[in-house]
Each structure stands twice: as C-alpha cells, then as structure tokens.
C-alpha cells in the first residue's frame, strides 16, 4: 500500500502496449458509442465530461469473499476498499449489478461478509451467481435463498429502470462435461418471451456472470447457448453486455452490441492463453490494486449509448 | 475381528466372485482385506491411484484400474473444483486447495468425470 507502484506503470509502455492496455488491462478507459461503433473517448480523467442523465449504475465482479491464497490473502479487503471508492463517489449510482463469484466457497460466513461490506455502500444490488455460489451442499440453494426471492429457474430475472431494460441472467448451472457456461432451454424460452414485448428503441442491458459470446473456449471462457440469447437480441438498437468470469477488462462490439467485462475486486488472472491456465495470477503486491476494480456505467443524455468508465482501485 | 476376515474368506470361497463382492461391499469396512485377498496387483499400485488437479487439468487424464480400486483426487490448485462422473454415477464436493475425494470403483466401465465449476476440465477412469 505504502509504495506507489502506479507511478511506474504508466512509463515507458509504447502505443502498442497501450493499446493492448485498452484491451485487457485494468487501465481506465471511458468507452463511448456512435452509430453502433464504440470508440474510447479518452482515460479517467476526462470522463467527467460525459453528460449525464444522472442515471448512472455500477459494476462490480468476483469479489472472491473468503479467497485467502498467494494472489490476494485478503479478498475482503480489497472488497471493503471497492466499497470505500463507491462511498466515495461524488454521485450516488443508481444501484449496483455484481456479475457473480460473490464468494470463493459459498460458505455462510462468505455471503454474510459480502452482504456487510456491500450494504454499506447503502446502494441497491443486483444480483447473478458464478458457479462458485453455488457449490454449497444444496448447490445453489443458499444463494437462492438470499438472492433469489421473485427471480425465475436458477435466479434469472428483468427489471426496468430509467426506459432501460436490465436482464439478469444464470450461466452457471447445470454444466455439461468439456462445455462452456449454459442458459439451458427453460432460461432461453423465457428470455425470449421476456423481450416480445419491448420495443426496438428499448436500451437493453444483460448481466450474467460467464460472458455470453465465446471468448476464449481452451479456458472455458464463453457460454456454449450463448449466440441463441445473442440471436434475441439483435433486433434491438442498443444493446449492452456485462459480464465477469475473466477478471480482466475485455471489450468488444458486433453490430449494435458491446460486450465488456469487468475487472474483480478478488486477483486478476492472465490473459488468453499466456499461462497454463486460467488460475489467480500472482503479482508484485504494489501492483495487485492496479489490476482490480469496478466499472461505472452511465447512461448518457438523448440517443446516445452507455458510457463505461473502468477504475482501478489503485486510482 | 479375526473372525469376521476368516467368515467372509469362506463365504467368499463358496460363491462366485461376484456375489462374493456384493457381500464385502454390503459389509463396508472389511472391502478392504477382501479386495487385498483377491487381487495382489491393486494393493502394491494403491498409490498410484491418485489423480492430481494441477493448473485446470486432471493428470493422468486416464487411469486404467481394477474393480474394486479407490481412487483419490487430490486439488492442487488455489481455486476450487469438483469431480462429477458424466452420468452421475458419483459427484464430489467443491473440492478447495489440498482437499481430496475418493471414489471406490466396485464395478467394470469406463467412468467420464468433468469439473463442475470448469466443464472444460475432463477425465476419464477406465476400470476393469
């Protein structure tokens, strides 16, 4: 904590990198789209200029709470540091999407401390289980206990809020041996009547925990039913996907879709295929805070898109 | 005890083999001295009979035991996985770092297992 580690991060990293930074680090990139195409606008600091509704809504991932190993021995206190930049906002987002991975075990203990820690921030959660909820001796029941009143199946769910419609979706049950995350059937069939009624024009936002298009199958890193939750969505004019899973930021657009993942509050894990596996990724313990985070979404005035604003929480 | 092992020997001996296994299973912790008894070969390679989960991948990704063999997985990694049989024959529990699960083969197949939490993951226990 002592040793700013930040200060050398930013130096000496060419374009290249930079970009590549953009891509899948945990640099804070404000994300803008136009007609569809997203560029980045600029780095945190400029992304206070972006007008906003005063609708904006956080997400948070894979706070791990109860992950005590080599890559970060205290999950939930880096947790409890997420919290205090969320207290610390100067405007008080909406309310707060976790993508999953609340726990690292599913053990009482763990959902107790999650629920502490984010109660403090005072500001309404919603949530979508990893497959690390779930591995409690009922597997699955202790979080739909907690979080599963009024939600369908294994905990998915839609709400509106602001013109938007959010949909909380569950790709993390029932798992097929060598596949990816799984909807399933009765989530898919329900999601499509779920939009029959929404317009067009209607800002869509999906939440799940495994990102729903594949992004890197060797590691398990897409969702096997995903392109048929993607195929009903595509009539629609804006449509924006959050996920986590990855503990990595990852950005990409197709059509009218951006598809972000956002960082873990937990330890970070590598990038594609450049370890052999996809397990906690121990770094110096100065740079662990740059490689965590959350991300502020705001929804910006008149047609335009979701703006994301990535933060570490060494920033 | 004694009395027991030497009961089960010539229970054993009367029926055929098996029968004789249903018996030593129903009997639980004597499965042990009757498997012993029976197959030599299983008891000195008991301690190969270990599949290790290390970096995402179960290792031997195939294992070639007797009837009647336990097997033991052992979790290497510092997240947790599972092993769940593909036709549910057996699942174990979230299995955290340096947990293990033991699963006894009391019959001939071959059983495919995957990880709960990471299906990507995939072996295979061939028991004959």
Known sequence: ?????????????????????????????????????PHSVGLI?????????GFTFLQ????????????????????????AKVKAMPMKPSFIIHTGDITHLSKPEEFDNADKV??????QMHWVPGEHDLIDEGQGKAYMERYGKGAKGAGWYSFDDHGVHF????????????????????QLAWLEADLKGKSNSTPIVVFAHIPLQVLYKEWGWGTEDGTQ?????????????????????????????TFHTALSTAFPQPAPGSAPSPGPMV???????????????TVLQGNKPLAFVDKTLAG | MKYLNS?????????????ALAIAMLLGPAVGAMVAFGTVAAEETKDANVVTIDNFSFGPGELNVAVGTTVKFINHDDIPHSVVENNKAFRSKALDTDDAYSYTFASAGTFSYFCGLHPKMVGKIIVK
């Open chain 1, 1 to 37: 904590m002592a040793n700013k580690g930040l200060d050398d991060h930013g130096q000496g990293i060419g374009r290249r990198e930079v970009l590549e930074c953009m891509v899948w680090a945990g640099t804070g990139v404000l994300w803008a789209m136009s007609g569809g195409v």
């Open chain 1, 45 to 53: 600091g400029e992304a206070a200029a972006a007008e906003s509704t």
């Open chain 1, 60 to 83: 948070m991932s894979d706070s791990h709470v109860g992950f005590d190993k080599k890559a970060n021995p205290d999950a939930l206190g880096t947790l409890r540091e997420a919290v």
């Open chain 1, 118 to 123: 984010f109660g403090e921030t005072g500001v």
């Open chain 1, 167 to 186: 949909v909380g979706l569950v790709n993390v049950v029932d798992l097929k041996a060598g596949g990816l995350g799984n909807l399933g059937a009765e």
């Open chain 1, 229 to 257: 939750a993607l195929t009903l969505l595509k009539r629609f004019g804006s449509v924006t996907i959050l996920n986590g899973h990855i503990h990595q930021l990852a950005q990409k657009v197709e059509g009218n879709m």
């Open chain 1, 283 to 297: 770094v110096p313990s100065d740079q662990l805070r740059s490689m965590l985070g959350l991300s502020t979404v």
């Open chain 2, 7 to 19: 009961h089960l020997r010539s229970a054993a001996a009367r029926f055929v083999p098996g029968r």
